[in-house]
């Protein structure tokens, strides 16, 4: 199982950006996938899921309105668009799967909202 995130960076508040998950080693379209954040100091806290067929969707509270997370089957791809960003959204966004039990995660993007 191999998760790679990308499309991390710096931008200004009230910016956007799109992160992407490129999945790789089991069978995509049969699992579903979440995105992670970690700010410095803080927890691993759970951002968005969507389930195998993007029937179900959950946002952590303080993105709602404002993220979106979607995924194409075809591409093996779970994205994040992330839409009027905030300081308080600078982490390390990770994404996530769970396969029989295990979970597995991607190194990583960062994500720095700074004027």
């Known amino acids: 199982v191999q998760l790679v995130e990308s499309g991390g960076g710096l931008v200004q508040p009230g910016g956007s950006l799109r992160l992407s998950c490129a999945a790789s080693?089991?069978?995509?379209?049969?699992?579903?996938m979440s995105w992670y954040r970690q700010a410095p100091g803080k927890e691993r806290e759970l951002v968005a899921a969507?389930?195998?067929?993007?029937?179900?969707?959950t946002f952590e509270d303080s993105v709602k309105g404002r993220f979106t997370i979607s995924r194409d089957n075809a591409k093996n791809t779970v994205y994040l668009q992330m839409n009027s960003l905030e300081p308080e959204d600078t982490a390390v966004y990770y994404c996530?799967?769970?396969?029989?039990?295990?979970?597995?995660w991607g190194q990583g993007t960062q994500v720095t909202v700074s004027s």
């Open positions: 080693g089991f069978t995509f379209s049969r699992y579903g």
């Open positions: 969507i389930s195998r067929v993007g029937g179900t969707i």
């Open positions: 996530n799967t769970t396969i029989r039990l295990i979970d597995y």
